[in-house]
């Protein structure tokens, strides 16, 4: 396995990511990877190894306002961010390692929303596996009451000063579980750059991370896709994975993982994460026959 440090350009501003390469005498079909909202690639390389040693090329995005890429800091807009999928897909068919009739997509919370964005309106993503997407709001009405308001606080604010509400969102996330290992959930909730991030949270700029309405929309893909979720996720309940799949008319399968939170890649069970995304993705990126 070979992996590097690339850029490309996303709207005219510079993404950072990582592509790890399998080893292989001919061209590899590739999975484009997506964090969350306020997340980061490194999160992700673990399952990009395990990807690349089952003969998948994974690249590792950091999307617009996130980690080492450039954007409005912490910014989550679908518009931006399913153009930063687009742009991968043309990164990627301009490799001479990679398959560009199989790329796919793989993307977790705000990231499923942006490849499910993308697919929308990219035919070259041939596979999807969205884990944990956000496709609804799932926020209870005391939460999305207080959010809706800080977002038009926000809304006034960047009317008169160009700028964003900056908030911290700390307190409101303290009690729940991202992960279902206390460990996992506990490394995560002590991570320096999720802690500056959620310091930081802005609004309006980061309102898709709660409220977005792709669940209306799903039902135009024709990718196949792999629904993935956590039975124990606390942010997303698993009734949003049973309504996408239902919302889904394209070649879909629905895997609802027990002993997993919503940060599935890092969980207890993030093995089984990790082996049904490779075995969807060559499923159907490999030319079968």
Known sequence: MYSEAVTFLSLGERLAARLFLPEASRPVPALIIC??????????????????????????????????????????????????????????????AVDRQGIGAFGLSSGGTAILEAALLDPRLKTLIALDATVRSSLKPLEAFIFQTLILAGRIKRFFTGRDLRFSAISLFAGVKVASDPQVNQQVRNDARLIQAFSAFPLPGAAECFFVDTLRRVGRIVAPTLVLWGEDDELDPPESGHLLYAALTCKKRLEIIPGN?????????????????????????????
């Open 261 to 289: 939170g919503h940060m599935g890649h890092l969980d207890r069970h993030k093995e089984s994460v990790f082996r049904l995304t490779a075995e969807w993705a060559l499923e159907n990126l490999t030319p079968q026959g």
């Open 35 to 96: 964090h969350g909202a306020l997340e980061f690639k490194e999160d992700f390389f673990e399952l990009c190894e395990f990807l690349a040693s089952q003969g998948i090329a994974a690249l590792a995005l950091d999307m617009h306002g996130h980690g080492e890429s450039e954007g409005e800091r912490y910014h989550v807009e679908m518009r931006t961010w399913a153009a930063d999928v687009r742009a991968a897909v043309d990164f990627l068919e301009a490799h001479p």
